[in-house]
């Protein structure tokens, strides 16, 4: 599967952005989705996964309650609904799909990734 991440850009502390993730074929509905993150000078860390209907859903502790992940299998497409950003939540922000619901957290579990979308937060 291929994945093309987009709606990264620059907003102001407190403002919200929309990610969104298609991915290409016909078994999306099959795969967990997750998104994750990387800060410069930083590790890539886990923001958020979805399982293949949305049945279950993991967020990281520090997006909890600010970013909300969904998915439409119609449409090939997961999103992050970003809102309340913080200065700490720029980084380059990447969708990845996994085949199982084994430990979304984990980035090695997912075996494609998308390119990336840049997201920037002034204060």
């Known amino acids: 599967v291929q994945l093309q991440a987009s709606g990264g850009g620059l907003v102001q502390a407190g403002g919200s952005l929309r990610l969104s993730c298609t991915a290409s074929?016909?078994?999306?509905?099959?795969?967990?989705m997750g998104w994750f993150r990387q800060a410069p000078g930083k590790e890539r860390e886990f923001v958020a996964a979805?399982?293949?209907?949305?049945?279950?859903?993991r967020y990281a502790d520090s997006v909890k309650g600010r970013f909300t992940i969904s998915r439409d299998n119609a449409k090939n497409t997961v999103y992050l609904q970003m809102n309340s950003l913080k200065p700490e939540d720029a980084a380059v922000y990447y969708c990845?799909?996994?085949?199982?619901?084994?430990?979304?957290?984990?980035?090695?579990?997912?075996?494609?990734w998308g390119q990336g979308t840049l997201v920037t937060v002034s204060s």
């Open positions: 074929g016909r078994t999306f509905s099959s795969y967990v």
């Open positions: 990845a799909a996994a085949i199982h619901w084994r430990a979304p957290v984990v980035g090695s579990e997912y075996g494609y």
């Open positions: 979805i399982s293949w209907n949305g049945g279950n859903i």
